[in-house]
């Protein structure tokens, strides 16, 4: 028998060809003597080890030195943040986005990638992305992760021309995954202002952003039930709502191929105009919407709402055929909301006077007084303009004195709808009965959400640094693709981010569906503890993704070798627990 002391570990490689090609096989053996005679056993097959660890391991076999001595042998050479990579590019291929995106893989379909990725991890210009993938500037390890080298801005301006052509594509596939006939779907619209000059799409119109000195883009959003964005549409900065929504109406029809589907939307968006335009005596297509004031006060008048309609319940269904033929009418009246609403217009009411007493006493006073039409006329404007109150007052200005008071009719009229607004479609009572009417209008909400990740709490779709029109269109996409993106990640990660975790409790716990949506118990308790049941962090989104980002990837270097080998830091339990719920996903 041989001396286990005598036998010797090395690693072989073995050469062969086939087919004109040399194949090579990389084998950890161990050699020893046996009855005089050599033999050689095969430990393992590591051919599949990459090629600076198989280095590593032939370097400490051939000369028996320890990989780190005491003389500090090894250089940590740079660490990348690589765990928030991880996490996203997990996702998006968890998801397939990237064969959405194009079936087969090529070099334009990886930097779109990394330009959505780069869009939810650290959202800033393209110029920007390309810099933080350079090697000598690299923020991460996304441009490793995609094998994309060296990465020039003017790439990406070309990937994102190449993409924009494919929108309709992806947005096709997006609607055939996610929307079924017969299905909802969510339409709401927003706004964003521009600073630059170029553009024929930078119109002034409605400001959503309170900016009316800047032009803008308009761009509507439309999601599955659940609040995925499936397509984005961008208008000119003077669009209005309605005109916006008859685009959609067309193109969820002919685009999508889908016959059947019910339209929730604001009051501002499915007007009365809208509905009997484009949905009204059309098959298959129906609408969940909202009355405007001038509505409901039309519905008061005519004696259809009174006090008594919610002696027993906070919602009623009436009718009103020569108005709103074939419509249901859901009037509900919330009595916190309208508490709320006349608490804080006695509020602007009483901060109006106040600062026109100011403008009296200012008409009146012995040394310089104001005076002058203009002059006065653009002091009250400006008190008028700030709390938005004139509607509730009569004002008085002439050359030299200035008086006002109170319009308590019209301010008894505005009192009378505090709480009040009234639902209105056309879908049946045996589909939908009326809370669950009011629940659907409720989640344009998940829309709403939508927007704010895009404009401001996560991805930051301004400022627009484009001044071609399909460039604002291709940002304005990459930006949907990203909270695509950014929705499943929300969806896989509640139970270590604050948005809560059980909704379906949420809802039974829930007293009216007219009432404010309340969180769940486990909800309120990770706000409470800021701890999950398993005693983990909760954080939130953004700030779990910067904890993913310290799992870095470290480049290491052995003095005795000129080899560069790779190394993560070891993944902690929130770390490893986050990659778990995201790849169990879809």
Known sequence: MSNPDKRRVHVAEIKKTYKGKVHVSTYLRRTFRQDGKVKHETVANISDLPDDLLTVIKNRLATGQPLVGDGGTMTIERSLPHGNVAAVLGTMRNIELDQFIAARPCRERSLVMAMI?????????????????????????????????????????????????????????????????????????SSSFYTGKKSSLIKHGYSRDHRSDRPQIVYGLLCDPEGRPISVEVFPGNTADPKAFTNIVAEVRKRFGITN????????????????????????????????????????????ISRSLFDEKDLAEITDEEHFPGERLIVCRNPLLADERARKREEL????????????????????PLQ??????????????????????????????????????????????????????????????????????????????????????????????????????????????????????????????????????????????????????????????????????????????????????????????ASVFNQLTESTTLQRRALELLSTHA
């Open 349 to 368: 009411l009483k901060a109006t006077e106040k600062d026109l007493d100011k403008i009296v006493a200012a008409t009146q006073r012995t040394r310089k």
């Open 372 to 561: 002058g039409e203009d002059a006065i006329g653009l002091a009250v404007g400006q008190v008028i303009g700030d709390h938005k109150m004139k509607k509730h007052f009569d004002l008085t200005i002439t050359e030299k004195c200035f008086s006002y008071a109170r319009r308590t009719d019209n301010i008894t009229a505005e009192a009378a709808l505090d709480g009040l607004y009234v639902i209105r479609t056309c879908v049946s009572s045996e589909r939908m009965n009326s809370d669950h009417v009011v629940l659907t209008y409720k989640s344009l909400a998940k829309v709403e959400r939508a927007f704010r990740s895009l404009k401001s709490i996560d991805l930051h779709i301004r400022p627009i640094r484009h001044w071609n029109d399909d460039r604002i269109r291709a940002h304005v996409f990459l930006c949907m693709l990203a909270y695509y993106v950014e929705w499943h990640m929300r969806d896989a990660l509640r139970e270590l981010i604050f948005d809560d975790d059980d909704i379906e409790a949420a809802q039974a716990t829930r007293k009216s569906v007219v009432a404010k949506a309340q969180r769940s118990k486990s909800a309120k308790q990770k706000d409470a503890t800021r701890r999950t049941p398993d005693d983990l962090p909760v954080q939130s989104f953004q700030n779990l993704l910067k904890d993913m980002g310290t799992l870095t990837r470290n480049s290491i270097r052995f003095e005795s070798s």
């Open 117 to 189: 990725a780069d869009r939810i991890l650290s959202p800033g210009s393209k110029l920007g992305c390309s810099a933080g993938m350079h090697p000598e500037t690299a923020r991460n390890t996304l441009a490793e992760e995609l094998q994309l080298g060296e990465v020039d801005v003017h790439e990406l301006y070309d990937a994102m021309d190449w993409l924009l052509e494919r929108q309709v594509r992806i947005e096709n596939k997006l609607a055939k995954t996610h929307l079924k006939d017969g299905t909802l779907v969510l339409f709401d619209v």
């Open 261 to 304: 589907v019910v339209f929730v939307g604001d009051r501002g968006m499915i007007t009365t105009k809208r509905i009997n335009e484009d949905l009204r005596d059309v098959d298959g297509l129906e609408w969940i919407s909202a009355l405007r004031t001038e509505g409901i006060r039309s519905l008061m008048d005519a004696g259809k």
